[in-house]
């Protein structure tokens, strides 16, 4: 009797704690227009790429969460030697700006340490396996970056991720990786 209710105790202030989030927040700091920091929910099916969004909002959401990678993945900022290791747990973010034209100035954060970023499309295809499958992801060959626009992890801070982008159609996508996330659910 005294095991069940330890156990019931137990549930019951984890069921009780708030949910974290593996997006946590994120800003515009300087940009040509109106925009804002928004998370995605997608637990509503939605439509990311092309064109699809066509403002001047700085937009992030999870993928996959807290996978195991089977083997090693390339990255183009982070990672051991551009390289996040087999066996590493990671989760999976996509952050992507889909504006109409301008310079866009923000930051991304999360509830673990970023690992790395695959900012170009063949990192980016490489890693399609841990997208969201209720996300549909479209004109996939256009993603990524263009010469000139950055992507770094604050060295202060390694739970931020900024962005310097130059956005215009078809937009600014780029797939992030951090370390387990304690607030997703596996």
């Not at 969004?53 to 993945?73: C, K, M």
């Not at 900012?119 to 490489?126: L, V």
Request: aromatic share 12%; charged share 20%; glycine share 8%.
């Amino acid at each position: 009797m005294l095991r069940f209710s330890a156990i019931s105790t137990v549930l019951l202030c984890m069921m009780s704690l708030p949910a974290l989030a593996t997006v946590l927040d994120g800003k515009i700091l300087q940009q040509n227009g109106n925009g804002a920091f928004v998370k995605l929910d997608t637990d509503t099916p939605f439509a990311v790429g092309y064109d699809t969004f066509d403002d001047p909002n700085l937009y992030a959401f999870d993928e996959d969460q807290n996978i195991v990678l089977e083997n090693a993945i390339r990255v183009d900022v982070g990672g051991i030697d551009g390289v996040i290791p087999s066996e590493t747990t990671v989760a999976s973010h996509y952050v992507f700006f889909d504006s109409l034209n301008g310079i866009h100035i923000g930051y991304v954060d999360f509830d673990a340490p970023v690992l790395g970023v695959a900012a170009f499309q063949d990192t980016m295809a490489a890693t399609d396996f841990l997208a969201n499958t209720s996300v549909e992801y479209i004109s996939t060959d256009l993603r990524g970056l263009e010469p000139g626009e950055l992507v770094w992890v604050d060295p202060q801070d390694p739970y931020r991720l900024w962005v310097y982008w130059a956005g215009s159609s078809p937009g600014d996508y780029i797939r992030v990786f951090t370390e387990k996330s304690l607030g997703a659910i596996s």
